[in-house]
Protein backbone atom coordinates (compact mmCIF):
# COMPACT_ATOMS: atom_id res chain seq x y z
CA UNK A 1 0.00 0.00 0.00
CA UNK A 2 1.59 3.54 -1.25
CA UNK A 3 1.89 5.54 2.26
CA UNK A 4 0.94 9.14 2.76
CA UNK A 5 2.96 12.00 1.91
CA UNK A 6 3.41 14.22 4.97
CA UNK A 7 0.98 16.93 5.97
CA UNK A 8 4.01 19.81 5.06
CA UNK A 9 4.49 18.22 1.55
CA UNK A 10 0.86 17.98 0.67
CA UNK A 11 0.64 21.69 1.57
CA UNK A 12 4.02 22.27 -0.51
CA UNK A 13 2.74 20.30 -3.31
CA UNK A 14 -0.49 22.40 -3.23
CA UNK A 15 1.40 25.61 -3.36
CA UNK A 16 3.21 24.40 -6.07
CA UNK A 17 0.19 23.60 -8.51
CA UNK A 18 -1.15 26.88 -7.87
CA UNK A 19 2.38 28.39 -8.68
CA UNK A 20 2.95 26.66 -11.94
CA UNK A 21 -0.46 27.46 -12.90
CA UNK A 22 -0.24 31.52 -12.11
CA UNK A 23 3.34 31.79 -13.28
CA UNK A 24 5.14 28.73 -14.77
CA UNK A 25 2.94 28.04 -17.34
CA UNK A 26 2.21 31.39 -18.94
CA UNK A 27 5.86 32.58 -18.78
CA UNK A 28 7.33 29.84 -21.02
CA UNK A 29 6.25 31.35 -23.79
CA UNK A 30 7.79 34.46 -22.74
CA UNK A 31 10.92 33.07 -21.86
CA UNK A 32 11.69 31.32 -25.15
CA UNK A 33 10.71 34.84 -26.95
CA UNK A 34 12.71 36.96 -24.94
CA UNK A 35 15.83 34.12 -26.09
CA UNK A 36 14.72 34.23 -29.77
CA UNK A 37 14.74 37.86 -29.99
CA UNK A 38 18.29 38.52 -27.90
CA UNK A 39 21.26 39.53 -29.82
CA UNK A 40 23.07 36.81 -27.37
CA UNK A 41 20.87 33.80 -26.39
CA UNK A 42 23.23 33.37 -23.04
CA UNK A 43 21.93 35.65 -21.29
CA UNK A 44 19.42 35.48 -18.52
CA UNK A 45 15.78 36.44 -19.18
CA UNK A 46 14.72 38.52 -16.56
CA UNK A 47 11.55 37.42 -16.14
CA UNK A 48 13.62 33.80 -14.83
CA UNK A 49 15.29 35.82 -11.99
CA UNK A 50 11.96 37.74 -10.99
CA UNK A 51 10.20 34.10 -10.60
CA UNK A 52 13.10 32.73 -8.50
CA UNK A 53 12.45 35.95 -6.18
CA UNK A 54 8.61 35.54 -5.93
CA UNK A 55 9.33 31.72 -5.19
CA UNK A 56 11.74 32.31 -2.51
CA UNK A 57 9.42 34.83 -1.33
CA UNK A 58 6.51 31.85 -1.25
CA UNK A 59 9.06 29.38 0.35
CA UNK A 60 9.27 27.29 -2.57
CA UNK A 61 12.88 27.23 -2.52
CA UNK A 62 15.55 24.54 -2.06
CA UNK A 63 12.69 22.04 -1.54
CA UNK A 64 15.13 19.68 -2.78
CA UNK A 65 17.58 19.42 0.74
CA UNK A 66 17.33 16.32 2.12
CA UNK A 67 15.68 16.16 5.78
CA UNK A 68 19.37 15.62 7.28
CA UNK A 69 20.69 19.15 6.80
CA UNK A 70 20.20 22.34 8.87
CA UNK A 71 18.71 24.13 5.69
CA UNK A 72 16.40 21.70 4.74
CA UNK A 73 12.81 22.04 5.01
CA UNK A 74 12.71 18.51 6.56
CA UNK A 75 11.48 16.57 3.57
CA UNK A 76 12.13 12.84 3.18
CA UNK A 77 12.92 11.51 -0.52
CA UNK A 78 9.65 10.02 -0.65
CA UNK A 79 7.81 13.61 -0.24
CA UNK A 80 10.48 15.36 -2.41
CA UNK A 81 9.57 13.08 -5.48
CA UNK A 82 5.84 14.39 -5.27
CA UNK A 83 6.65 17.82 -5.25
CA UNK A 84 9.86 17.22 -8.16
CA UNK A 85 7.01 15.82 -10.89
CA UNK A 86 5.43 18.89 -10.13
CA UNK A 87 8.28 20.87 -11.32
CA UNK A 88 8.85 18.24 -14.24
CA UNK A 89 6.38 19.48 -15.83
CA UNK A 90 8.09 22.89 -17.46
CA UNK A 91 11.60 22.84 -18.65
CA UNK A 92 12.32 25.76 -16.73
CA UNK A 93 10.55 25.35 -13.38
CA UNK A 94 13.21 23.30 -11.70
CA UNK A 95 15.38 26.57 -11.72
CA UNK A 96 13.07 28.90 -10.54
CA UNK A 97 12.58 26.83 -7.43
CA UNK A 98 16.60 26.43 -7.50
CA UNK A 99 16.18 22.75 -8.02
CA UNK A 100 18.13 22.35 -10.84
CA UNK A 101 20.70 19.90 -12.41
CA UNK A 102 23.64 19.76 -11.43
CA UNK A 103 23.28 22.36 -9.51
CA UNK A 104 21.10 20.38 -6.66
CA UNK A 105 23.59 17.70 -6.79
CA UNK A 106 26.66 20.09 -6.42
CA UNK A 107 24.96 21.17 -3.36
CA UNK A 108 24.26 17.85 -2.11
CA UNK A 109 28.07 17.06 -2.79
CA UNK A 110 29.11 19.92 -1.05
CA UNK A 111 26.92 19.35 1.84
CA UNK A 112 27.63 15.74 2.31
CA UNK A 113 31.37 16.35 1.67
CA UNK A 114 32.50 20.01 1.59
CA UNK A 115 34.50 21.36 4.21
CA UNK A 116 33.48 24.58 6.14
CA UNK A 117 35.47 27.29 4.20
CA UNK A 118 33.84 25.47 0.21
CA UNK A 119 30.56 25.45 1.75
CA UNK A 120 31.35 29.45 2.66
CA UNK A 121 32.78 30.07 -0.82
CA UNK A 122 30.45 27.84 -3.00
CA UNK A 123 27.76 26.23 -1.31
CA UNK A 124 26.06 29.27 -0.03
CA UNK A 125 26.10 31.35 -3.39
CA UNK A 126 24.25 28.19 -5.07
CA UNK A 127 21.60 27.77 -2.45
CA UNK A 128 20.98 31.67 -2.84
CA UNK A 129 20.90 31.08 -6.98
CA UNK A 130 23.13 33.77 -7.17
CA UNK A 131 25.50 31.50 -8.76
CA UNK A 132 25.77 28.63 -11.38
CA UNK A 133 27.91 25.16 -11.11
CA UNK A 134 28.72 22.52 -13.70
CA UNK A 135 30.01 18.53 -13.25
CA UNK A 136 32.60 17.62 -15.51
CA UNK A 137 32.80 13.93 -15.26
CA UNK A 138 32.20 12.34 -19.12
CA UNK A 139 34.78 12.48 -21.51
CA UNK A 140 33.85 12.33 -25.18
CA UNK A 141 37.62 10.08 -25.39
CA UNK A 142 36.27 7.01 -24.21
CA UNK A 143 33.09 5.20 -22.91
CA UNK A 144 31.76 7.12 -20.01
CA UNK A 145 29.14 4.69 -18.91
CA UNK A 146 32.25 2.70 -17.32
CA UNK A 147 33.53 5.69 -15.27
CA UNK A 148 36.55 3.86 -14.51
CA UNK A 149 37.66 4.63 -18.18
CA UNK A 150 38.33 8.49 -16.91
CA UNK A 151 41.30 9.45 -18.17
CA UNK A 152 41.24 13.36 -16.62
CA UNK A 153 44.26 14.07 -14.61
CA UNK A 154 44.34 15.82 -11.54
CA UNK A 155 48.21 15.85 -10.08
CA UNK A 156 49.36 17.00 -6.86
CA UNK A 157 52.59 19.66 -7.38
CA UNK A 158 53.57 20.79 -4.10
CA UNK A 159 50.15 23.19 -2.14
CA UNK A 160 48.43 22.99 -5.60
CA UNK A 161 46.76 20.15 -7.89
CA UNK A 162 47.59 20.73 -11.84
CA UNK A 163 43.94 19.30 -13.79
CA UNK A 164 43.82 18.62 -17.30
CA UNK A 165 40.93 17.17 -19.15
CA UNK A 166 39.18 16.79 -21.88
CA UNK A 167 34.97 16.76 -21.12
CA UNK A 168 31.85 17.57 -22.53
CA UNK A 169 28.05 17.38 -21.94
CA UNK A 170 29.22 20.27 -18.68
CA UNK A 171 25.41 21.12 -18.53
CA UNK A 172 25.15 24.98 -17.32
CA UNK A 173 28.32 25.82 -18.36
CA UNK A 174 27.81 28.91 -20.85
CA UNK A 175 25.26 30.15 -18.28
CA UNK A 176 27.05 33.43 -17.51
CA UNK A 177 26.29 33.01 -13.82
CA UNK A 178 28.42 29.73 -14.10
CA UNK A 179 31.02 29.93 -11.06
CA UNK A 180 32.33 26.89 -10.24
CA UNK A 181 33.04 22.78 -11.47
CA UNK A 182 33.30 19.62 -9.94
CA UNK A 183 35.43 18.10 -12.15
CA UNK A 184 36.12 13.80 -11.67
CA UNK A 185 40.05 12.61 -12.65
CA UNK A 186 42.92 10.26 -11.88
CA UNK A 187 45.23 11.35 -8.92
CA UNK A 188 46.56 7.88 -8.76
CA UNK A 189 46.04 5.65 -11.56
CA UNK A 190 47.92 2.84 -10.27
CA UNK A 191 45.93 2.67 -7.13
CA UNK A 192 42.89 -0.23 -6.95
CA UNK A 193 40.55 0.40 -9.58
CA UNK A 194 37.98 2.48 -7.61
CA UNK A 195 40.63 4.24 -5.93
CA UNK A 196 42.23 5.81 -8.44
CA UNK A 197 39.45 8.83 -8.84
CA UNK A 198 39.04 12.00 -6.88
CA UNK A 199 37.29 14.67 -7.64
CA UNK A 200 37.81 18.51 -7.42
CA UNK A 201 36.70 22.38 -6.93
CA UNK A 202 37.72 24.39 -10.04
CA UNK A 203 36.49 28.09 -10.22
CA UNK A 204 35.18 28.51 -13.51
CA UNK A 205 37.59 31.93 -14.16
CA UNK A 206 40.60 29.66 -13.26
CA UNK A 207 43.00 30.37 -16.38
CA UNK A 208 43.33 27.25 -18.10
CA UNK A 209 39.64 26.36 -18.16
CA UNK A 210 38.61 27.02 -21.98
CA UNK A 211 34.93 26.26 -23.06
CA UNK A 212 36.00 24.83 -26.23
CA UNK A 213 32.43 24.37 -27.70
CA UNK A 214 28.46 24.67 -27.36
CA UNK A 215 26.33 21.17 -27.76
CA UNK A 216 23.31 20.79 -28.80
CA UNK A 217 20.42 18.13 -27.85
CA UNK A 218 18.26 17.28 -30.94
CA UNK A 219 18.71 20.99 -32.16
CA UNK A 220 18.20 22.23 -29.38
CA UNK A 221 21.06 24.76 -27.15
CA UNK A 222 19.37 25.13 -24.03
CA UNK A 223 20.03 28.46 -23.87
CA UNK A 224 21.21 30.39 -21.37
CA UNK A 225 22.31 27.10 -19.62
CA UNK A 226 23.21 25.10 -22.35
CA UNK A 227 26.25 21.76 -22.30
CA UNK A 228 30.07 22.58 -23.17
CA UNK A 229 32.95 20.38 -23.96
CA UNK A 230 35.44 21.72 -21.67
CA UNK A 231 39.08 21.84 -21.64
CA UNK A 232 41.24 21.95 -18.56
CA UNK A 233 44.87 23.36 -19.88
CA UNK A 234 47.21 22.63 -16.70
CA UNK A 235 44.59 24.11 -14.40
CA UNK A 236 45.97 24.80 -10.70
CA UNK A 237 43.60 25.35 -7.46
CA UNK A 238 44.91 25.12 -3.91
CA UNK A 239 45.16 21.73 -2.77
CA UNK A 240 42.29 22.60 0.01
CA UNK A 241 39.93 22.12 -3.02
CA UNK A 242 39.98 18.59 -3.27
CA UNK A 243 36.63 16.71 -2.28
CA UNK A 244 36.68 14.62 0.83
CA UNK A 245 40.71 13.71 -0.33
CA UNK A 246 42.08 11.90 -3.07
CA UNK A 247 40.38 8.55 -4.32
CA UNK A 248 37.24 9.23 -2.55
CA UNK A 249 35.46 10.33 -6.37
CA UNK A 250 33.44 6.94 -6.55
CA UNK A 251 31.90 7.55 -3.00
CA UNK A 252 30.86 11.09 -3.86
CA UNK A 253 29.79 9.79 -7.12
CA UNK A 254 27.55 7.63 -5.73
CA UNK A 255 26.17 9.36 -2.49
CA UNK A 256 25.18 11.70 -5.62
CA UNK A 257 23.45 9.75 -7.89
CA UNK A 258 20.89 7.82 -5.85
CA UNK A 259 18.95 10.87 -4.85
CA UNK A 260 19.58 12.74 -7.92
CA UNK A 261 18.11 9.36 -10.29
CA UNK A 262 14.81 10.15 -8.06
CA UNK A 263 14.57 13.95 -8.96
CA UNK A 264 15.24 13.12 -12.51
CA UNK A 265 12.34 10.13 -12.93
CA UNK A 266 10.20 12.46 -11.17
CA UNK A 267 10.47 15.21 -13.28
CA UNK A 268 9.99 12.50 -16.26
CA UNK A 269 6.94 11.26 -15.11
CA UNK A 270 5.13 14.87 -14.33
CA UNK A 271 6.66 15.51 -18.30
CA UNK A 272 4.00 12.57 -19.09
CA UNK A 273 1.44 13.91 -17.08
CA UNK A 274 1.49 17.11 -18.69
CA UNK A 275 1.54 15.22 -22.55
CA UNK A 276 -1.35 13.16 -21.35
CA UNK A 277 -3.17 16.20 -20.37
CA UNK A 278 -2.54 18.01 -23.37
CA UNK A 279 -3.48 14.64 -26.16
CA UNK A 280 -6.55 14.50 -24.41
CA UNK A 281 -7.65 18.25 -24.60
CA UNK A 282 -6.65 18.31 -28.17
CA UNK A 283 -8.37 15.31 -29.04
CA UNK A 284 -11.27 16.62 -27.78
CA UNK A 285 -11.35 20.00 -29.63
CA UNK A 286 -10.44 18.16 -33.42
CA UNK A 287 -12.78 16.38 -35.37
CA UNK A 288 -12.12 14.04 -38.22
CA UNK A 289 -14.03 11.54 -40.01
CA UNK A 290 -17.26 12.53 -38.85
CA UNK A 291 -16.63 12.49 -34.53
CA UNK A 292 -14.10 14.08 -32.12
CA UNK A 293 -10.74 12.29 -31.86
CA UNK A 294 -11.39 11.78 -28.29
CA UNK A 295 -14.26 9.41 -29.56
CA UNK A 296 -12.10 7.15 -31.66
CA UNK A 297 -11.28 3.73 -29.99
CA UNK A 298 -7.38 4.25 -30.97
CA UNK A 299 -7.20 7.17 -29.30
CA UNK A 300 -8.89 6.22 -25.95
CA UNK A 301 -6.65 2.65 -26.30
CA UNK A 302 -3.56 5.41 -25.75
CA UNK A 303 -5.37 7.08 -23.82
CA UNK A 304 -5.41 4.33 -21.18
CA UNK A 305 -2.07 2.13 -22.04
CA UNK A 306 -0.74 6.14 -21.30
CA UNK A 307 -2.34 5.81 -17.92
CA UNK A 308 -1.35 2.44 -17.02
CA UNK A 309 2.32 3.11 -17.91
CA UNK A 310 2.34 6.37 -15.76
CA UNK A 311 1.35 5.02 -13.12
CA UNK A 312 3.77 2.21 -12.88
CA UNK A 313 6.34 4.28 -13.46
CA UNK A 314 5.39 6.29 -10.58
CA UNK A 315 4.38 3.62 -7.69
CA UNK A 316 8.13 2.05 -8.86
CA UNK A 317 9.79 5.61 -8.47
CA UNK A 318 8.05 6.06 -5.18
CA UNK A 319 9.24 2.55 -3.76
CA UNK A 320 12.49 3.48 -4.87
CA UNK A 321 12.44 7.03 -3.00
CA UNK A 322 11.01 5.23 0.34
CA UNK A 323 13.60 2.71 0.25
CA UNK A 324 16.64 4.74 0.24
CA UNK A 325 14.92 6.80 3.14
CA UNK A 326 14.63 3.71 5.01
CA UNK A 327 18.16 1.81 3.75
CA UNK A 328 19.85 4.08 2.24
CA UNK A 329 20.76 4.38 -1.43
CA UNK A 330 23.24 1.91 -1.58
CA UNK A 331 20.89 -0.65 -0.06
CA UNK A 332 18.30 0.93 -2.81
CA UNK A 333 20.65 0.35 -6.34
CA UNK A 334 18.41 -1.92 -7.84
CA UNK A 335 14.98 0.12 -7.50
CA UNK A 336 17.25 2.76 -8.41
CA UNK A 337 18.64 0.78 -11.72
CA UNK A 338 14.90 0.12 -12.42
CA UNK A 339 13.38 3.70 -12.65
CA UNK A 340 16.31 4.75 -14.45
CA UNK A 341 15.13 2.64 -17.50
CA UNK A 342 11.03 2.59 -16.98
CA UNK A 343 10.60 6.57 -16.40
CA UNK A 344 12.26 7.88 -19.46
CA UNK A 345 10.77 5.12 -21.72
CA UNK A 346 7.40 5.46 -19.98
CA UNK A 347 7.58 9.36 -20.79
CA UNK A 348 9.11 8.70 -24.26
CA UNK A 349 6.30 7.00 -25.09
CA UNK A 350 3.49 8.97 -23.52
CA UNK A 351 5.20 12.17 -25.63
CA UNK A 352 4.78 10.21 -28.75
CA UNK A 353 1.38 9.50 -28.40
CA UNK A 354 0.64 13.18 -28.06
CA UNK A 355 2.79 14.28 -30.58
CA UNK A 356 0.50 12.06 -32.79
CA UNK A 357 -2.34 13.64 -31.72
CA UNK A 358 -1.05 17.05 -32.26
CA UNK A 359 0.27 16.16 -35.67
CA UNK A 360 2.72 19.13 -36.66
CA UNK A 361 2.18 21.30 -33.92
CA UNK A 362 3.35 18.81 -31.91
CA UNK A 363 6.78 18.92 -33.31
CA UNK A 364 7.07 22.47 -33.61
CA UNK A 365 7.54 25.14 -31.37
CA UNK A 366 4.30 25.63 -30.71
CA UNK A 367 3.73 22.99 -28.12
CA UNK A 368 6.26 21.97 -25.43
CA UNK A 369 6.18 18.45 -26.64
CA UNK A 370 9.03 18.33 -28.80
CA UNK A 371 11.08 19.40 -26.07
CA UNK A 372 9.82 17.32 -23.66
CA UNK A 373 10.59 14.52 -26.07
CA UNK A 374 14.42 15.45 -26.84
CA UNK A 375 14.90 15.89 -22.82
CA UNK A 376 13.22 12.37 -22.00
CA UNK A 377 15.07 10.56 -24.82
CA UNK A 378 18.27 12.50 -23.37
CA UNK A 379 17.52 11.08 -20.02
CA UNK A 380 18.03 7.26 -21.04
CA UNK A 381 21.58 8.20 -21.30
CA UNK A 382 22.38 11.04 -18.65
CA UNK A 383 23.57 9.20 -15.36
CA UNK A 384 24.44 6.09 -17.64
CA UNK A 385 22.74 4.45 -20.24
CA UNK A 386 19.65 1.93 -20.40
CA UNK A 387 21.89 -1.00 -20.65
CA UNK A 388 24.38 -0.86 -17.81
CA UNK A 389 21.16 -0.30 -15.31
CA UNK A 390 19.96 -3.20 -17.08
CA UNK A 391 23.16 -5.15 -16.32
CA UNK A 392 22.98 -3.93 -12.85
CA UNK A 393 19.53 -5.18 -12.56
CA UNK A 394 19.93 -8.81 -13.94
CA UNK A 395 23.26 -9.41 -11.74
CA UNK A 396 21.41 -7.84 -8.53
CA UNK A 397 18.38 -10.04 -9.28
CA UNK A 398 20.61 -13.29 -9.29
CA UNK A 399 22.63 -13.07 -6.77
CA UNK A 400 19.36 -12.57 -4.89
CA UNK A 401 18.01 -15.96 -5.97
CA UNK A 402 20.98 -18.02 -6.25
Given at each position: MLKEMSNDAKQLQNELVEFMDNYIYPNE????KFLEEAENRWVIPPVIEELKDK????????????KEYEY????????????????????????????????????EVLMKYGTDAQKKKWLEPLMEGKIRSVFSMTEPQVASSDATNIQASIARDGDEYVINARKWWSTG?????????IVMGKTDPDAERYRQQSMILVPFNTPGVEVKRHLNVFGYDHAPQGHA??????????????????????????GRLGPGRIHHCMRAIGAAERALELLIKRANEREAFGSKLVEKDTLRQMIAESRIEIEQARL???????????EGAKAARKEIAMIKVAA?????????????????????????LAEHYA?????????????????????????EQL
Open positions: IEVEAKEKGLWNLFIPSKGLSNYDYAHLCEVMGRSLIAPEIFNCNAPDTGNMALDPRCDIAEIHYNNVRVPKENILLGEGRGFEIAQLTLQAANKIDQPRVSLNVIDRAIEVFGGAGVSQDTPNARTLRIVDGPDQVHLRDIAKLEIR
